[in-house]
């Protein structure tokens, strides 16, 4: 197999976003100077947008090709850095058993690293105890809709608790900067299709799915881990750990059932708040770590369209390409760095509260992208040395300081205090909406957001603003929206593992997992999180005999 790269074609011979099948083959042909009996088969392993030119916007394809003669092509093209072996991105089990092991492991969460930490125990034969806080997908959804459309909020499930975890509520992207030279990526992804996903988030460069899709998908994957023999309990929170020895021994659940294990993976979310204090109290070493806190900002997506498509824009183009997006970011003078987070074109501000008289943003959008406005969290980051310094918890408390004022600037009744960009800008509280009909439910409060932010948050973003417009024209409309405050967008402690076990440093048999220990930052990144947990905690079970 041979990995070819650098295929370039015009978008306009593409229909929606259906690759150019008669096309890309013409082009492979000629590329390797073969002729269509020489080709045994192609698929599409990647595809980018070339859009440096905005009046010939072109896809790049790497294609995986099969081919008669392999090496005589390979010795041909020798100095070709486009056309070499395939890579082996197949996923391989570093350890399986026939008899799972008479203590289970168990997972103490059900987002995207508890799922693929669950997933890759079940398929290696370990049989792996899932116990989730919340409740499943389904029910979940229900719980958050009542806070989204009747301001009631269930602390138990909702946008950060529950089957799936907060990604669900989320604009479903599935990439990600990490660096992945063993392909775990590629198996989330594929674990991610056979679950029901579209098969072209296998090759697009940017590939997403939206939380209509994510619901059926979470479902499809419960169902392969307990036919595996995994067993995954809802409304199961885990209250304590036992500990003897520095070794894990046990978990204990809110109704006081003790539940025995050596291998226990902590694959809470970044808002599990309670389980960071009782890991603080058992002694678990944590520290904390960097976030950012900020804003949500909106703007009709059409603006954000014609911005970073110029001149190429049209209807026929966002067809082809979907609702564009951006990323930003702005050195400030104060020292401070200001940057877009979690862009979701096409989508909707949603209320992710998980605790009583607190408001908190964040962004969501649905596979088609679609809807009237862009959004994303515009942010600055904050650090323990410099913004709360002195105790592990300390961000963790800073988070609930700034998630209550919004609260109260909200009205106390889970409506978000909000502001127009123009006034924002001018400093001065805004009372009427215009262009921008906002997206947040249960509502928006206009008010003046300088008093929801530390001052040095407030005066970076109102220079980034202006300096953001410099790259995306229309970024500083006056009528545009900020909503606040987006204050989860990473977790704000470390429970800091070994780099070879993958343990906690200071107890054996607890195995940090994903986002809310620290070690993520998105669906894809979880996921394969959870996959390198999984793969220690196999490794730990066999050596142990």
């Not at 309990?233 to 021994?249: A, K, P, Y």
Request: charged residues 25%; glycine residues 10%; neutral net charge.
């Amino acid at each position: 197999m041979l990995r070819i790269t650098e295929i370039k074609l015009p978008i306009e011979n593409a229909q929606s976003l259906i690759h150019q099948t008669d096309e890309i083959k013409a082009a492979l042909l000629k590329r390797l100077e073969i002729v269509e009996s020489d080709l045994i088969h192609f698929e599409i392993f990647k595809r980018g947008v070339d859009a440096r030119k905005s009046h010939a916007i072109l896809y790049v394809y790497s294609l995986d090709v099969e081919v008669k003669n392999e090496e005589k092509i390979l010795a041909k093209f020798r100095k070709d850095a486009h056309i070499k072996p395939a890579p082996d991105t197949s996923y391989k089990f570093v350890a399986t058993t026939e008899v799972a092991p008479l203590t289970r492991p168990v997972i103490v969460g059900f987002g995207p690293a508890g799922i693929f930490a669950a997933l890759i125990l079940a398929q290696a034969g370990f049989k792996p105890i899932v116990l989730e806080r919340g409740k499943e997908v389904r029910k979940r959804t229900q719980d958050t809709w009542g806070l989204w459309r009747k301001s009631t909020l269930n602390p138990e499930s909702n946008v950060q608790f529950g089957e799936g975890g907060a990604g669900t509520f989320s604009d479903g992207k599935l990439y990600s900067q990490i660096k992945d030279p063993k392909h775990y990526g590629r198996k989330v992804i594929q674990e991610f299709v056979k679950a029901g996903a579209p098969e072209e988030i296998m090759y697009v460069s940017h590939p997403h799915i939206g939380t209509f899709r994510l619901v059926g998908m979470v479902e499809e994957m419960r169902k392969t881990i307990t036919e595996l023999g995994g067993e995954i309990r809802f409304e199961s929170r885990v209250d304590d750990i036992e500990i003897v020895n520095n070794q894990v021994q046990a978990v204990v659940l809110q109704t006081g059932e003790r539940l025995a294990t050596n291998h226990l993976v902590l694959a809470v979310g970044h808002s599990a708040r309670d389980t960071f204090e009782m890991v603080h109290k058992r002694g678990i070493y944590i520290e904390a770590k960097p976030f950012s806190i900020g804003f949500r900002i909106e703007h009709p997506q059409s603006i954000i369209d014609k911005a970073r498509y110029g001149k190429s824009y049209s209807e026929d183009l966002l067809t082809k390409l979907g609702a564009a997006d951006y990323k930003l970011v702005h050195h400030a003078k104060n020292g401070r760095s200001v940057y877009s987070f979690c862009m979701c074109p096409g989508g909707t501000v949603v209320a992710a509260a998980s605790e009583p008289n607190r408001v908190v943003t964040n962004g969501m959008s649905q596979y088609s992208r679609n809807e009237r406005n862009a959004n994303a969290g515009i942010v600055v980051g904050i650090t323990p040395e410099q913004d709360y310094p002195g105790h592990p918890l300390a961000g963790m408390e800073l988070q609930r300081q700034l998630e209550s004022q919004a609260f109260i600037a909200g009205g106390s009744n889970y409506e978000a205090p909000g502001q127009l960009i123009g006034d924002f800008l001018q400093n001065k509280p805004s009372t009427q909406f215009g262009e921008v009909t906002p997206s947040y439910k249960p509502g928006v409060h206009l008010t003046n957001l300088a008093s929801v932010l530390p001052e040095f948050a407030i005066s970076a973003i109102r220079e980034a603003i202006p300096e953001f417009a410099k790259q995306v024209k229309g970024f500083d409309l006056a009528d545009g929206v900020l909503t606040g405050v987006e204050t989860r967008t990473s977790s704000p402690i470390r429970i800091k593992r070994d780099d070879d076990s993958l343990e906690s440093i200071n107890t054996k048999g607890l195995y940090p997992c994903g986002e809310g220990a620290g070690y993520a930052g998105g669906i894809l990144s979880a996921g394969v999180d959870g996959i390198k947990v999984a793969e220690a905690v196999a490794l730990s079970i066999i050596n142990a005999g």
